[in-house]
């Protein structure tokens, strides 16, 4: 047999120092296994509720009433088809399945949508803190960023419009707002909305695109949350991106981009030469969802997901020290905890991780790498009885480093 | 509700105007019907011998099996052991599962190679006529295409030697060959072994690699093949994809990348901000594999193909008028054919459409737009007992054209 790790020229060394980074650790986890910890680093879904059980029942039903279409090279119509009625009831939008395109997950509908928009040296608001994986997309298509600054609500409106003018005066051509509006990762906030009217007003007013990303949509365990921002849009410069990540399974890939004219989704189909997402997953998760499946999957998650959260914020109610402070999320996964201003995440996260517990430092969370004093504080994946030992755990680090 | 149809806006237009194009026909069809006629255009596996019902029960039993790590974010590994292990029977190649990367479908393979390898303005050398969906995402990453030309052994290799030489001189930089050395897409022609050999040494010279694409593999119908490049290949300059689309089902969105060294493929894999391939059907695929299925179903696919092959040689002789000639392919799913200078293919198509019968112009197989007088057959879609008819409408159709 040949050795091919003997196999080398001096010139495929090149192709090693070619742009690294890119996908969310998550994905470029090749088969790796995580060291054993309570861990709040992932924002991965509960993993026991996974309705396996109902998955193989809807694929065996699916592949005996119409297999062909399925199997081969195609499109999961259906699933557009279903999620366009969904829209249409939850939001009152006056769509159809041509305004959906399915995706391989909503990873790839940023992507596409990076691929429609970007020209070299574009630039991309993104909120501060925001999910570093749309981040590394867009700068895998070589644009640049730059970071719009949050309160407690969110974006801030006025804050936005300065750094937007500011950027048109340097001579800098902003292509598109990224914003996670709802139950936003990392913080966990929600944007309100009168913000969100001003938001999509100053959006037209600079000529620039809004790509929102709603991936924890219907998870939501209080309270109520605004209309999207594509349903309040009266120019057509929103673009939506959503995901069954959350609410079915990350690992069917299955994810979409909504917008008003169906001619662009055309255009972005077209420039999907990585290949559209799985048929086989596709039409299994549109039978799924169409009977009824998903919505009743989805009360499930939010009594889990309620839960942890709720467990989440009496544990940092009792193991924080003082100065510090942490969001209270209506919905989604994550909470964004602020601590005093002299513990350095990054520095504690090695003995954190020795005592037994892993969280993402916040500095991941910035373009810029600010927030070291912060902490994402993911509660979906760990399991329920862990999160108030973890939390102690976690609490005693904090309380070392403040006292060392 | 809100009407979105009513929703644009100047600039939003402007997206309109950027690049159309891109993937392959099938992929861009997002749920429309052709029309009802014998069809020899797409390279499109047969349907009814899609293994559906071996498909549900292997999802049922990899569902109660093993649910969480194949719904949860991550990476369809066995799949990748189980292909190592093959190559290594069939090739002889000492290789692991770190030697490949599952993607979603070759597109996917094929588009995070360019990812790796491409600067704009670079060239890739292509077979002429080849597999435009190739071509079209060489374009899509602002590459220069370049053909070099075949005969009927498929790529001449002193010929190509003059385009690299050329091309150096005019100082143009080539990054790789794009081939498909075995039952070539559109010919059907299979590279022999020296040229295979001589092939590599050329490459290795001009320091360029070779993207080997071998979509048919394990679809033989007579004799034998050579070895892979990748198999042959002394210096890790092969990077070989393959797919389980051709002997599974496309709607899977399978394929894969291989290559010498593993840290490449974790460079490549960290390109792919589009996302991984589904794990729900990728540990399916696995399974199946693994079972043996997928060896048994192969052999079935042969004799079915095999059939329809011999079917379009008998119909070919004796409808196509003289001065036409066609490869007689060993294995995959194409034939070409020219024939005589004088009839146009692109002209008559629509002839043939309202004769009841569709192809695949020649022309749309260069990406310099030449083979006018020369079509594309594929036989693994269209029924068998619909080939002889077929090409009995067909030759008809030729025949009016050479007599008009």
Same mark, same amino acid.
């Given at each position: 047999?040949?050795?091919?790790?003997?196999?080398? *020229?001096?010139?495929?060394?090149?192709?090693?120092?070619?742009?690294?980074?890119?996908?969310?650790?998550?994905?470029?986890?090749?088969?790796?296994?995580?060291?054993?910890?309570?861990?709040?680093?992932?924002?991965?879904?509960?993993?026991?509720?996974?309705?396996?059980?109902?998955?193989?029942?809807?694929?065996? $039903?699916?592949?005996?009433? =119409?297999?062909?279409?399925?199997? =081969?090279?195609?499109?999961?119509?259906?699933?557009?088809?279903?999620?366009?009625?969904?829209?249409?009831? #939850?939001?009152?939008?006056?769509?159809?399945? #041509?305004?959906?395109?399915?995706?391989?997950?909503?990873?790839?509908?940023?992507?596409?949508f990076c691929r429609l928009t970007l020209e070299p040296g574009d630039y991309v608001v993104v909120e501060?803190?925001?999910?570093?994986?749309?981040?590394?997309?867009?700068?895998?298509?070589?644009? $640049?960023?730059?970071?719009?600054?949050? #309160?407690?609500?969110?974006?801030?409106?006025?804050?936005?419009?300065?750094?937007?003018? =500011?950027?048109?005066?340097?001579?800098?051509?902003?292509?598109?707002?990224?914003?996670?509006?709802?139950?936003?990762?990392?913080?966990?906030?929600?944007?309100?909305?009168?913000?969100?009217?001003?938001?999509?007003?100053?959006?037209?007013?600079?000529?620039?695109?809004?790509?929102?990303? #709603?991936?924890?949509?219907?998870?939501?365990?209080?309270?109520?949350?605004?209309?999207?921002?594509?349903?309040?849009?009266?120019?057509?410069?929103? /673009?939506?991106?959503?995901?069954? *990540?959350?609410?079915?399974?990350?690992?069917?890939?299955?994810?979409?981009?909504?917008?008003?004219?169906?001619?662009?989704?055309?255009?972005?189909?077209?420039?999907n030469d990585g290949g559209p997402t799985s048929s086989y997953s596709g039409y299994v998760a549109a039978k799924?969802?169409? $009977?009824?499946?998903?919505?009743?999957?989805?009360? $499930?998650?939010?009594?889990?997901?309620?839960?942890?959260?709720?467990?989440?914020?009496?544990?940092?109610?009792?193991?924080?020290?003082?100065?510090?402070?942490?969001?209270?999320?209506?919905?989604? /996964?994550?909470?964004?905890?602020?601590?005093?201003?002299?513990?350095?995440?990054?520095?504690?996260?090695?003995?954190?991780?020795?005592?037994?517990?892993?969280?993402?430092?916040?500095?991941?969370?910035?373009?810029?790498?600010?927030?070291?004093?912060?902490?994402?504080?993911?509660?979906?994946?760990?399991?329920?009885?862990?999160?108030?030992?973890?939390?102690?755990?976690?609490?005693?680090?904090?309380?070392?480093?403040?006292?060392?």
């Open positions: 047999v040949t050795d091919v790790t003997a196999q080398t *020229s001096d010139y495929t060394s090149n192709l090693l120092a070619r742009r690294a980074g890119g996908a969310p650790a998550a994905w470029n986890n090749m088969g790796a296994k995580p060291r054993k910890m309570i861990s709040f680093t992932y924002g991965l879904p509960d993993e026991p509720s996974f309705p396996s059980k109902e998955l193989a029942e809807i694929t065996n $039903q699916v592949m005996s009433e =119409q297999a062909a279409p399925i199997l =081969q090279y195609g499109y999961p119509r259906p699933l557009a088809e279903y999620l366009a009625g969904f829209i249409k009831k #939850d939001q009152g939008l006056d769509i159809t399945a #041509d305004n959906i395109l399915i995706t391989a997950g909503s990873g790839q509908a940023i992507s596409l501060a803190p925001t999910f570093l994986g749309a981040v590394k997309t867009f700068q895998n298509q070589d644009a $640049q960023i730059a970071e719009a600054p949050m #309160d407690d609500e969110g974006l801030i409106i006025e804050e936005l419009d300065a750094l937007l003018t =500011q950027l048109k005066a340097e001579g800098k051509r902003v292509k598109f707002i990224y914003t996670i509006p709802t139950f936003q990762n990392p913080t966990g906030r929600t944007l309100g909305l009168e913000r969100r009217k001003a938001l999509i007003e100053l959006a037209h007013r600079h000529e620039v695109f809004i790509l929102e990303d #709603d991936a924890y949509h219907g998870l939501l365990y209080q309270g109520e949350v605004p209309s999207w921002l594509w349903t309040l849009d009266p120019y057509g410069i929103v /673009f939506h991106c959503g995901t069954l *990540s959350k609410t079915l399974a990350p690992g069917m890939r299955l994810g979409w981009i909504g917008c008003a004219r169906p001619e662009l989704l055309v255009v972005i189909n077209s420039l799924f969802a169409e $009977q009824g499946l998903l919505a009743k999957h989805t009360r $499930q998650l939010i009594d889990i997901y309620r839960r942890k959260r709720d467990r989440m914020l009496a544990g940092l109610e009792r193991y924080m020290p003082d100065g510090s402070k942490w969001t209270e999320p209506q919905g989604g /996964f994550f909470i964004w905890l602020e601590l005093p201003e002299q513990v350095d995440t990054v520095k504690i996260l090695g003995k954190a991780q020795e005592a037994g517990v892993n969280y993402l430092p916040g500095s991941a969370c910035y373009a810029s790498g600010k927030g070291r004093n912060c902490i994402r504080l993911a509660f979906s994946l760990v399991k329920l009885e862990e999160i108030e030992p973890g939390l102690r755990t976690l609490g005693e680090v904090i309380s070392q480093a403040l006292e060392g």
